[in-house]
Structure formats: C-alpha cells, structure tokens
C-alpha cells in the first residue's frame, strides 16, 4: 500500500517536474528562436532623434523653424521630476523596480483578457517595451512581436540607465497634433515650458500617450479630463503629490491651447516668408532635406528684420502702384457656395478655410472677407476674424475699369484693408495680390550678408522665389559689365565711342538695335554712355573689346556660369537672377574683392557645434593676452580682387552719374552717394534698377511671371527705382553710408562730360566732370572708336566684324590685343534698353 502510495505521487510529481521542464524548455526555444536576429538594442545609446532645425535673426530671435517631427529634444536631467511621475505613474508605474517587463501587468492584462472572452484586451508594456516597439519594432499586435519586445526590453536594461531609457521615451513619444516628445507637446498645448507645467498640465500631457487622437483637447475634451484625473489620482497613491495638491489640480478646469485658453506658441513666430524658405532650400542641397529636418540646426540668418519689412513694404507697394494703373479687377478667384451664405456661422466657416493670403500687411493688414451684398454705390463684405460687417464704398473703385456689380458678385472672396482716419474706421477698401511679380535684395557690400529678400507680392500666395529662382533678362543693368571689361583692357571713361545707328544682318533676319529715345549723338565718352543707357554705344564697345572678353567678366563676377558671346548679350539678353547680380554689384561697390552671397551667418548641430561659418577669416591675435584693452585686432583679409580697384572706383563713378543726371535722376535721391543702374528689356518685359552706397547695395526687378509688355511708361528707373529708394531711404538712415573710396595710383583731370575734351583744372559747371586716371597711362582726348561698324547714312546697311585685333595697355600695365572683333556666327538677335 504504502508503495503504492509512493509510486502514485512520485507519478505525479515526475509528471509535474516533466511538465515544467517541457514548459520551461518551450519558452525557451520561443525565446531563443525570436531573440535570433533583433535588432541591435545597444544602437540605442548612440540614437540621435529627429529634431526640429530652427532659424534665428542676428538678434536671437526665433524666426522659423523646419522638421519632419516636431521634437525638441531635452535630456533627462532637464526634464522636472514632475513631469517624469506625471508619465510613470500613467504608464508605468513600477518602472524604476522590474527588470524591463512587469509579470504582474502581464498576467493582470491576461486575466482580463479572459474575463472579458476577448474584448478588453489591455496593454502591459512597460516603458522599456514601449521604447523598444517604437524604436526597433513594429506596432503590431502579435504575439511574435510581444517575445521579442520582452527579450529586447530585458537586455536595454542591462545596457541603459533607467533615466537614459525615460529619456529616450519621453523624447520619442508621439503626443498628437505633430508634437514628438514632451517638451515639443508642452508648447502645443500650453505654450509652455516643461518647469512652467503644472500638475494636472503634466498629467493631461501623460494621458495622452495612450491614443493621442481619442484625447483631443477639443473634440475629446471630457474624456481627456476624466483620463487626466485618474492620471492625478496615481500620482496621489504612488506618493508624488500630496492630498492637498491632488484636490487643488483635479478641480482645475481643462484649458489648452486648442480650447483658445493659451496664445499658440506660434503666434509668437513671424509668418514663413521668402528669406527663411530659400534657406531652407539652399541648405537641404547643401546638407541633404533629410538631414536639415532631422537634424536640430540652429541657423543664425543674416536677415535685418526691421529691413526685411522695409523691403517687403518697398517692392509690394511698387507693384500695386502699377497694378492699380492697369484698372483690372481679377480678385482671388475664389467664390463661396451659396450655401454658405445661408447663415453667418456658414460662410464664416467657409471663409476661414478660403485658400488665400493672410500674410499681406501694406499700409495696414489685409483681411479675407466676402462679398454678402453687392449694390451699385457700395459692397457688404463680412471680415474674417472680426465681428462687424463692412462696407466699400463707390468712390475705394475709382481705380477699376467698371462698377462693383461689374466686377465682383456675392459670395466672392475678397481682400479687403480698413481706412482710418484720427484712429477712427471710416470705411474698407477693397484690395489684390497683383499679377505682375518682381523680386527684391539687398546685402552687405564687403562681406555679402544678405539682410533682406522679397521674392514676390505674397509668400503665401506664391512660394516662387522671384529673387533667386526667376531667370530673367538683366537689359541695361548688365552694362556695367561691358563696360568694366573696356575699362579694364586700357579703355578710360574719356574714351570715345560713337552713337550712330547700326544693321547687322543674322541668320534670324537684319537686327537694328536702337536707343530708347529712338535718335543718335554721335561721338560721345563712356561716361555718358552709361550714364544715359545708350545701346549703340554699348555695342560697339562691345564688338571692340570682343564679346569673349565681356562674357569672361560676366563669368568672373558670377553673373552667369557660360555666357555666349553673341553682341546681343551686351544688351542684357540672357537670363539670369536678381541674386547673382546684386551680389556681382557689391563688387563694384567694395573695390572688386570676390562677395560671396550668403542668407546664413552660422550654422550649429545638436551638440552646439558649429559646421558652418560664412565669415572664414582669420583673426590674427584674438586670443592674444598681449592685445592692449581698446586695441582692434587685426584680421587678414583673403577675399579675391576680381577687378582692378581703380577700374572699380571708375565704374562707380560713371554709375553715380547714372543716379545724378542719368536714367534714374528724377526718382533716386539719397543722403549719401548712391551709383547704380537702370535696366529695362525690349517691350519692358523686365524691368530693373540696381544700386549701391558705400556699404549696401540693393536689387530690384519686376515682370509677369509668363514674361509680356507691361505698357508704356513702364521702365526700371520709373517702377524699380522708386522701391530702391523708399528701402535705401531707411537702410541709409540706419547703416548710413559715406564716400566711395578713391584707391591709390590714380590722379584726377577735369573732362567735358559731352564731348570727352579736357579741361582746365579749374574749370566748373554742369558739363564738367572730374575722372580718374591711372598714373603713368597718360589719356589719349578726342579719339574715337566705331566697333567696327560702319557710320553715315550713306554707307552700306551692313558690315561683318573685321578680324583684326588692336594692342592695348591694360589695367596692369601690360598689353593686351582687343578682339578677334565678333564674327557673324556670334552676333544675335536682341535689343534691348
């Protein structure tokens, strides 16, 4: 019996021992089978997260910022305890006593998967697990998924910390509304900081991790709070806020920055406009787009805020000037069904999702509204975001060709400007983007800090870069550039050249260039030639001094990487960017050292090291402890002389003219000496007007975006000139401006500005000017030089370039042979002014 009774048990206990090796033996075939090629969880020590990459002024403030996921990342030792209790106690509790996984989560999660027959099946994933799904595995629900997530967990807490791992989490985690970790989700919310947080605001952000789109502030607003409200209770049992503080939070009422209790952080950012967008263009080709939305730059921009208003001000009204003289009325092109003017709830919904410009501010901010009545003598427009209904009256209209009825029917959105007087509304007037477009720069002449960029009407209208994406026709203001060739190969401003009418027979057909006035002037010196934008004479300096050779200064000065040498050039008829050419400009203006053109000062990583500096000159003795206090170090300048310094201080010379008696006289007239040039193309398809102080130089062009005539009238100096002088006006007054400085080896003679002749050096009056002359290149008075081409009305129509070159003294002193003058196969079509 008693064997029996041995025999028996012993049965039984071998079969339990049996049965808990065979289960023993099958977890661990599970476990060994998926823990075969897991990712590797020590890559986690190094793991770097996306982060945003922000954009500040030179003043520190944050102007813009980019990224795939809006992280911020903080290290777990900036991160207030607060906040780590407020996610443990809803996640985790346990988290700093298990070993990765929480058996006791587990089998509670199991039993009420089995109470519930299957459907109330809850997650017990620690943290550890829930970093090692979001970081190395899937989010699927599988069983699969789950060993491997528990075999990760178990060896990430034998490689990490336990505050390394929360750091991880809390800086991984997806919190909605496009904000990846908590530091990122506590300005979404609250616009706050992470030590700003309250208690029940740390708990709201910890109940969010569970299903951030079934917590919605807004649409979920209850049961956020009520999730909220268990987190604060947790709190309260696992000891971290105290009973007084809990009944203190859990009455707090629900605010966010979604229910409109908190200004958005973004409120705080200007809107995205051209300057912070061509970084972020010029810098994802440079570092790669992946890398800069990834990878937490901090972009210190070059950008003048005060100026880049002054230049988006500038350019906007210019263009609205010349729309406005047109008389056309286009509107938005968007219209509201009638529907939504059923009620003022409905078209006011509709309206705030009108795909228009918000970021217009010309005289005032321009509002979206729409059009409700409109009647012979006045419109009723209702104004998004304001509570009033407006009225246009008849006489805002006067400008548009036709009555409102003509032009504008209800429902139509319009953008409408208030008009006050002694801070009182009067009346709105009604307002559009126009259709002509243009682009405006300005920079630094000596270290090519762009401090602001315009590239068209509105950025949230149209993201097309008019500045630097627009290739379009310099015109005239590339002569500088056939000029700055001539005066380089032995050519003086004296130099004769003469204004007579030329034909040249091409393959397109017989070209006759012409001056804009339509008439000749014989003879005449570069000065004048320049000053007055004569074609002809540009032209034939051109053919004098050979196209190769202008085409190789374009090149130099980086107007354009492969210039063709047709004669048509010379006129400013290939393409380019206003870019390019404000920068090649800001050589004229410093004394031809190479600018590089640059929107960007500084460029940080993560770590705060610095992978980009714009200024690379070395600073001799800034570290030296013998640098007496109030003494400058020095600093050596390495930048490439791209042109003679005495051929620079001519051309700006010469150009200054351009602003004091030449084609743009009548509109530019600043404080301080200001040279530059006008350009308008044939047809004034393009039109142009660049300049330069002594320490800024600014650009401006404006067009169709699908080049046409814009009209009669329509010419650089009348439409851009007027924008370069309203933002020079405030830049003078705020960087100031002096002398162009006369660089050394040269002396001064008195000419007659008309004919070239020399003069007494005491001669004045308006026909007196004093040019500069390399010493020891004593100038040659009263000779001419044709091109080439023939002169008189009773010569032949046409000549083809003879193949002779002429032996010059150049700027170095040495000589130079001018030609092979252009031959037929590079002479081309153009004309332009």
């Known amino acids: 019996m008693v064997r029996f009774i041995l025999s028996f048990f012993g049965s039984i206990f071998s079969t339990i021992t049996l049965g808990i090796a ?82 006791r989560g587990i089998a509670a999660a199991a039993v009420e998967a089995v109470r519930s027959r299957g459907s109330n099946v809850r997650g017990a994933s620690t943290i550890t697990q829930q970093v090692m799904k979001n970081f190395l595995l899937s989010g699927d629900r599988k069983a699969e ?175 609205e000037k010349y729309d406005r003289s047109r008389g056309n009325w286009r509107g938005t092109g968007v219209t509201l069904d009638a529907e939504a003017l059923a009620s003022e709830e409905s078209w006011r919904a509709a309206l705030s999702n009108a795909s228009v410009p918000r970021d217009i501010d010309l005289g005032g901010k321009w509002h979206p509204a729409v059009a409700l009545e409109v009647g012979d003598q006045s419109l009723r427009v209702g104004i998004e975001e304001l509570a009033e209904i407006g009225s246009v009256p008849r006489s805002d209209i006067k400008w548009m060709k036709g009555s409102f009825k003509d032009n504008i029917s209800a429902g139509d959105v319009v953008l409408v400007q208030a008009v006050e007087k002694d801070g009182a509304l009067q009346h709105w007037s009604l307002r559009q983007v126009p259709e002509v477009q243009g682009g405006f720069v300005a920079m630094d002449v000596n270290t090519g800090r762009v401090l602001a960029m315009q590239g068209g009407f509105s950025y949230q209208h149209s993201v097309f870069n008019r500045a630097t994406q627009a290739q379009r026709q310099p015109g005239s203001s590339f002569k500088p550039f056939v000029y700055a060739a001539a005066l380089d190969s032995g050519y003086s401003p004296a130099t004769i050249v003469v204004d007579a009418p030329i034909e040249i027979n091409t393959p397109q057909g017989l070209w006759r260039p012409k001056n804009s006035s339509n008439k000749f002037y014989g003879p005449t010196p570069l000065r004048t030639g320049i000053e007055m934008s004569r074609n002809l004479m540009t032209i034939r300096l051109a053919q004098e001094v050979g196209m190769e050779v202008v085409a190789g200064y374009a090149e130099r000065f980086g ?94 010379s010469m150009m200054r003219g351009v602003v004091d008696r030449g084609t743009a006289s009548s509109v530019i007239d600043l404080p301080v000496p200001t040279a530059g040039k006008t350009g308008t193309t044939n047809d004034s398809r393009d039109v142009w007007f660049v300049g330069f102080t002594s320490n800024i130089v600014a650009g401006c062009y404006m067009g169709y975006d699908q080049p046409r005539p814009m009209g009669r009238g329509a010419y650089g100096g009348t439409m851009c000139g007027p924008v370069f002088q309203q933002f020079m006006k405030k830049a003078t007054a705020k960087y100031g401006g002096g002398k162009f400085a006369v660089p050394e080896g040269g002396h001064f003679i008195k000419i007659d500005r008309f004919t070239g002749a020399r003069l007494a050096d005491a001669a004045s009056g308006a026909n007196v000017v004093a040019e500069y002359f390399r010493d020891g290149a004593e100038p040659i008075f009263g000779l001419a030089f044709d091109g080439g081409f023939a002169m008189g009305s009773n010569l032949p129509l046409f000549e083809e370039a003879a193949q002779s070159g002429r032996r010059v003294t150049t700027s170095d002193g040495g000589t130079a042979v001018l030609g092979p003058k252009a031959t037929f196969g590079t002479i081309s079509s153009g004309g332009l002014y």
């Open 22 to 103: 065979m289960i023993a033996l099958t977890i661990g075939a599970v476990f060994w089978i998926y823990g075969r090629d897991l990712p590797s969880h020590e890559s986690l020590a190094q793991y770097q997260p996306p982060t945003i990459s922000r954009i500040y002024s030179g003043e520190g403030a944050l102007i813009d910022e980019f990224a795939q996921e809006r992280r911020l990342f903080t290290p777990s030792e900036e991160i207030p305890d607060l906040v780590k209790q407020a996610f443990i106690s809803a996640e985790d509790k346990n988290f700093y006593s298990h070993n990765g996984y929480d058996m």
């Open 145 to 319: 998924r789950k060993v491997k997530e528990l075999i990760l967990a178990s060896r990430l807490e034998e490689t990490l910390s336990k505050d390394k791992i929360l750091e991880l989490y809390m800086n991984e985690i997806f919190l909605g509304q496009n904000s990846y970790g908590v530091t990122a989700a506590a300005q979404t919310y609250f616009n706050k900081t992470l030590s700003e947080l309250t208690p029940h605001e740390a708990a709201t952000l910890a109940s969010m991790p569970k299903a951030p789109s079934d917590y919605h502030p807004v649409r979920q607003k209850q049961r956020l709070l009520n999730r909220r409200n268990y987190v604060l209770r947790e709190m309260r049992e696992n000891g971290y806020i105290s009973d007084a503080v809990y009944k203190v939070e859990v009455d707090q009422p629900l605010r966010s920055v979604q229910n409109g209790d908190f200004d958005s952080f973004r409120t705080a950012l200007p809107p995205r406009d051209y300057f912070t967008d061509e970084i972020r263009r010029q810098l994802s080709e440079d570092f790669g787009e992946g890398e800069f939305f990834t990878g937490g730059f901090t972009v210190r921009a070059t950008i003048d805020e005060e100026m880049q208003t002054e230049a988006a001000v500038a350019l906007r009204g210019g263009l």
């Open 559 to 652: 107007v354009y990487n492969n210039m063709g040498a047709f004669l048509a050039n010379s006129l400013g008829a290939e393409e380019t960017t206003l870019y390019k050419m404000v920068a090649a400009y800001a050589m004229f203006a410093n004394g031809g050292e190479r600018v590089q053109p640059t929107l960007v000062d500084r460029i940080q990583d993560r770590r705060g090291e610095t992978i980009y500096r714009h200024d690379d000159r070395d600073c001799v003795d800034c570290a030296s402890p013998a640098l007496a206090a109030g003494q400058a170090p020095r600093i050596v300048d390495n930048r490439e002389q791209v042109m003679d310094p005495i051929t620079a201080y001519q051309l700006t």
